[in-house]
């Protein structure tokens, strides 16, 4: 129940559309540490071919949250790092995408978010490409995969 929250807030926040042809959306989720996220992603190949993001929104369910202002930071960060080893690309501040991210309310118990946002971005960017051109990528970095 708490990652269908998530998925359900996350596409609610994003923009999410279905993922149809042509929308250049992408949604992916992950549970670990005893939390759950939900990424949807705007995702388009650049004119050199290249996979670029220039949106992240994020839903987590991280039980009672301690610290609102740490746990953004820890689900930024993930993202953005995660971003970096999908691609295959570093980013600056110029490439950056824009992050958003919702913290659920929960009764659970505090859960952990080191990491947490990591896993779910390579499968986001690459269904958000798959909906923008109709190729799906089998390999990371999606760069390498990206134009085949």
Do not use: K, M, W
């Amino acid at each position: 129940p708490r990652l269908a929250r998530a998925l359900a807030a996350a596409a609610a926040s994003g923009g999410g559309d279905g993922g149809g042809p042509g929308s250049a959306l992408g949604l992916a989720c992950h549970e670990a540490y005893g939390s759950a996220i939900a990424l949807v992603v705007a995702a388009r190949l650049d004119e050199a071919g290249r996979p670029r993001v220039d949106r992240i929104a994020a839903a987590v369910d991280a039980g009672r949250i301690i610290n609102p202002a740490i746990a953004r930071q820890q689900v930024e960060g993930g993202a953005l790092f995660g971003l970096e080893v999908a691609t295959g690309f570093p980013l600056t501040p110029a490439t950056a995408p824009a992050v958003t991210v919702e913290l659920l309310p929960s009764a659970e118990p505090p859960g952990g978010l080191s990491g947490l946002a990591v896993p779910p971005v390579a499968p986001a960017v690459a269904n958000a490409l798959f909906a923008a051109t109709g190729r799906r990528s089998r390999s990371l970095p999606l760069a390498s995969g990206a134009a085949a």
